[in-house]
């Protein structure tokens, strides 16, 4: 089994929608994992019934039984991330900041507080357009533990992969260098770096190597709206060559990236043009690295 992962150091490089292409090309013969769980929209280009829905639970919050509290205010004395006040004359925990540490448990004289399992987000598993499965996921609100959730799409998907003996799964990572980003990059086979011509997409395409490269995993980088500035287009070139990191393709910059998204299709689905060309080149030139 082969894992892909496209990443991207910052976001707007047009990496979900090379991510969504590259699934369709391949259409059954792919499981897709959209990890992106804190600003996830792959769904929005796959058409997901969210056949299977799932809470998911990560990290713990103090919840204070109202009978048993004394009104001390000990709790709130010591709560170092002051997640807890007072409301009409009650003790109350705003779960946004509390950090489950539990500090407020064991000082409670009166055995008041509790810490339970945070419902930390759902995931789902998804038919989706091309007749392939897609593992996906919702990271709630002020959520923390992206990571584990991350590793839980991942999980899942390897496990379909490998029921339905399907060999290749895609994935589309988060954007940045952060805590899900290690995680969906990690037990991947190759990993598909997204970039633009600007300092700031040089930049962070530096930082995203840097960390694909403690992992010992084998790079290549598309560099989108190439020609936007050709003069930082080559600086990406020559960092490409220097860290041995294969130069996929340079893409155009093509208005087809938005109005396809626009009207839910992936670039490869919307039209038939020399970006749609380009794309399956870049996607073939990939395939022949695995």
Not at 27 to 40: L, Q, S
Not at 186 to 192: K, L, S
Request: hydrophobic fraction near 40%; aromatic fraction near 6%.
């Amino acid at each position: 089994m082969k894992e892909i992962v496209v990443i991207s150091g910052k976001g707007g490089t047009g990496k979900t929608s090379l991510a969504a292409s590259f699934a369709c090309l391949e259409g059954r013969d792919v499981v897709v994992a959209d990890c992106d769980v804190d600003a996830a929209d792959m769904h929005l280009l796959m058409q997901p019934d969210f056949n299977k829905r799932e809470d998911f639970y990560s990290g713990e919050l103090a919840k204070i039984n109202q009978d048993e509290c004394i009104r001390c205010g000990n709790c709130a004395d010591i709560c170092r991330f002051n997640a807890i006040s007072i409301i009409d004359s009650e003790y109350i925990v705003d779960p946004l900041d509390c950090e489950g540490c539990g500090y407020c448990a064991r000082i409670c004289t009166s055995h008041a507080i509790g810490n339970e399992k945070l419902n930390a987000g759902e995931w789902f598993l998804s038919s989706i357009k091309t007749g392939s499965l897609m593992v996906h996921a919702r990271l709630g609100i002020g959520a923390d533990n992206s990571g584990k959730l991350v590793a839980k799409v991942k999980k899942e998907a390897r496990e379909i992969a490998k029921r339905n003996g399907i060999g290749l799964i895609i994935i589309d990572g988060p954007p940045g260098i952060g805590c899900p980003v290690i995680s969906s990059i990690t037990g991947a086979n190759f990993a598909v770096l997204v970039t633009e011509p600007t300092i700031s997409g040089l930049h962070d395409l530096k930082r995203a190597y840097e960390l694909v490269k403690k992992f010992n995993i084998r790079a290549g980088c598309i560099i989108n709206k190439s020609d936007l500035n050709t003069r930082t287009t080559e600086i990406i070139e020559d960092f490409l060559k220097a860290e041995d990191i294969l130069h996929i393709s340079n893409l155009p910059y093509d208005e087809i990236f938005t109005e396809s998204m626009t009207y839910g299709q992936a670039v490869i689905e919307y039209t038939n043009n020399d970006m749609t060309g380009m794309i399956k080149d870049s996607w073939h030139k990939i395939k022949q690295i695995l």
